[in-house]
Every structure is written in C-alpha cells, then in structure tokens.
C-alpha cells in the first residue's frame, strides 16, 4: 500500500509511506483482492481482503505520515493490525467499510417518506462501523470494525 501527501499534488515526489500488507499464506502466496478506508473515524483506518477469503485491518492513527524524522521501519511499526480473520472460503471481490453518517437527525425528505401517522425519531447511534463483503463462495458477510466478530 502506497500514501501520498494530497496537500503536496504539485511536486514530483513520491509516496510519503508505503508497506507491503503481508496477506501471507504457508502454501501460496495470496493477492490482494480489495480496500476500504473509513470516512468518519478521521480516514486512519482501513480493511483489505485477499484470494483465500480473508480480511484484514489496519489501523493508522498513530503515523506521523510526514515526520521525515522518522524511519520507514520507525513508521511501519506504529501501524496496528487489530485483527485478520478468516471470513470466507473463497476470494472476497468486493469489501466496503459500513458507517453510520453523522447526521443524526431526520432531513426533510426523510419526512416526505414516512406515512402521515408517523412522526420522525431522532437516530440511535450505531455500536460500531462495519465490514461488507462479497465473495466467490457465494455469501455476503457483515463484521464488526472494532474486532472482526462476525455479525451475519
């Protein structure tokens, strides 16, 4: 995985990061098949999965992306992996990361839906963001950002 300084467009540098995801399997290598990072938990994390079926987080929150201070093995270090499951038995071909807006409350077009006896609540906030995937083996799965737990 490659970062780049998106305030920094206009010069000719490189990624400011990058590491390798290591989806690593003892009988063949596998590829990568997909990624997702979050919008609300300030873009810090991210989910890829692979051809074995499998998920993995990363979160980024601690990296000091543009600390050239810092050395590539100082900065790889800070990066956590919470969790890397087994999810599907087959290649995942699409994941997307699941999270609850930050409007809690009803737009007026939400009301224009609703039938005319129903009053419009205020939203409960989620527990959690969640993982969305599809894959070869013929299931969609929901799991739980935080720790991987299966949901369904």
């Not at 990361?97 to 419009?120: G, H, I, K, N, Y």
């Amino acid at each position: 995985m490659r970062f780049w300084d998106l305030d920094d467009l206009q010069s000719q540098k490189g990624p400011v990061f990058k590491f390798h995801a290591r989806h690593t399997n003892e009988v063949y290598p596998d590829q990568l098949t997909g990624l997702a990072i979050t919008k609300q938990l300030n873009n810090d994390r991210c989910v890829t999965s692979d051809t074995a079926g499998r998920i993995k987080m990363f979160n980024f929150s601690r990296v000091d992306f543009l600390n050239t201070a810092l050395s590539f093995e100082e900065k790889e270090a800070q990066v956590g992996v919470p969790w890397f499951i087994n999810a599907h038995r087959k290649l995942i071909t699409s994941i997307e990361v699941v999270e609850q807006s930050e409007d809690t409350f009803a737009d007026e077009e939400d009301l224009d839906l609703l039938p005319e006896d129903l009053r419009p609540e205020q939203r409960v906030p989620w527990p959690d963001s969640f993982v969305l995937t599809a894959s070869m083996d013929w299931d969609i799965l929901m799991h739980r950002l935080s720790n991987g737990v299966k949901i369904g």
